[in-house]
């Protein structure tokens, strides 16, 4: 993990470079698809949605969330992916709700640069080195 400065922008520009963004979701996709039939199962996803830690920290702090609903969220999770609804989702659908969800982040974070812990293989780290990578010397 490592603390980052990014805003909107650092966010907005790696989705919109296709070449960068089509490599991160490929590269994730396949480390995801354990199987290697190019879907995705709810079971290949949960470890990927957990990392999420959508109901298990509260500012930072952890806590013990009903198993139940955190059930239900990750169930909700994967089917925004599920496109089609067919139980599965496909690279294509990956890469556009991924892309849905990171404008939208994008969208709520703003213009003002912000502080963040980000995981090193993480969407937003990504978009953090790509944007280093374009900064002058």
Known sequence: MSVEVLD???IVSFVEDEEAFDAFIGDRFSCLDVDRDGRLSYAEMLHDLRGLRVLET???VDKK???DELARVYSS?????DHDANGSVD???FKAETRRMMLA???DL???PVQMVLEEDSFLKKAVERE???VPA
């Not at 999770?77 to 992916?81: A, E, S, T």
Request: hydrophobic share 45%; glycine share 8%; net charge negative.
């Open 8 to 10: 909107s922008a650092t």
């Open 58 to 60: 509260h500012f930072g």
């Open 65 to 67: 969330p009903d198993p």
């Open 77 to 81: 999770l994967f089917v925004q992916f």
């Open 91 to 93: 690279l294509e659908e």
């Open 105 to 107: 982040m994008a969208d």
């Open 110 to 112: 703003g213009f003002l």
């Open 132 to 134: 280093l990578t374009k």
